[in-house]
């Protein structure tokens, strides 16, 4: 693989090998098991893989959340160097190279602006918004991996795709889990070992939870989620949301819930000072 820091030697690069599709990994390091799931799906797609590692400022709300943000970048490529292949590229660019000049735009995503994710984290999305057009203006991948767990996000960078006229398809990866249950996150190392022995109830409560559905209506499932993960010392449940994977507008009695539409169950927790999220399927049969 070829490690570039500029736009100059990512463009340069692409032009020199000319292969196609050229699949597109962002990441903002931290590396786990779960990029690695992205980068394999990319690999085993395309002649051409670039995975790009940056931390981007515009999407912290929370500046705490920013500086303290794992970075690991000469173990990330470590990771990277077992599974890429040699005209793959790893793309690590400063702030000045992806924000030459401050970036004022301001973006609309409809009801997606409006729930969950965005209403606990205001600007994020706009922030996402930012970094992934300038790394598509960048990179121009056919194809972009991006991981389930993140399920609003995906629907943003969706969103943006028809507004800006992308010609890139957006692959979305199932999550991929520690042995115990919990969704693979770069945060996960940053919790108190007291709270991620907690950790896993997340996932152990929404699986318990996607099978209420057919017995039990939504206030009674969001009820249950909520007392049974904060009966765990440390845990505080932000939000949970059973919302159709198109508008995303939070259901509130089963007899909203639509034949021919996948539903899925969404979360953030709170774990210690540390904000985990988490999603599954709700299953109408």
């Known amino acids: 693989m070829k490690v570039i820091r500029t736009v100059y030697g990512i463009q340069n690069q692409k032009k020199k090998l000319h292969l196609h599709p050229l699949g597109f990994v962002p990441t903002m390091g931290a590396l786990h098991e779960g990029h690695i799931s992205l980068v394999n799906n990319a690999t ?55 924000y030459p000049a401050a970036d004022n735009r301001v973006f609309h995503f409809g009801n997606l602006d409006n729930v969950m994710e965005a209403l606990y984290r205001p600007g994020h999305f706009n922030g996402v918004a930012k970094v992934v057009s300038r790394l598509f203006d960048i990179v121009q991948p056919d194809v972009a991996f991006f991981g389930l767990k993140d399920f609003q996000q995906i629907a943003v960078i969706r969103d943006l795709v028809r507004q800006k006229r992308y010609n890139v398809r957006i692959a979305g990866i199932p ?111």
């Open 44 to 98: 085993g797609e395309c002649p051409l893989v670039v995975v790009s590692i940056y931390v981007n400022p515009t999407q912290f709300n929370d500046t705490e959340d920013l500086k303290n943000y794992p970075r690991t970048l000469s173990a990330d490529l470590g990771k990277l160097g077992t599974v890429l292949r040699e005209n793959d590229m790893v793309f690590t660019p400063d702030d000045k190279e992806i």
């Open 175 to 285: 999550i991929v889990r520690e042995p115990d249950g919990l969704a693979m996150s770069s945060r996960n190392r940053l919790l108190e070992p007291e709270i991620r022995k907690e950790a896993p109830v997340i996932y152990k409560t929404l699986s318990v939870a996607s099978a209420l559905i057919k017995d039990h209506d939504i206030s009674y499932i969001k009820n249950f989620v909520t007392k049974t993960i904060e009966k765990s010392a440390g845990l505080s449940v932000e939000y949970f949301e059973i919302v159709a994977d198109t508008q995303f507008i939070p259901v509130k009695t089963k007899k909203e819930l639509k034949n021919g539409c996948r539903y899925y169950g969404c979360i953030a927790v709170k774990a210690g000072k540390i904000r985990l999220i988490d999603n599954i399927e709700f299953p109408l049969v």
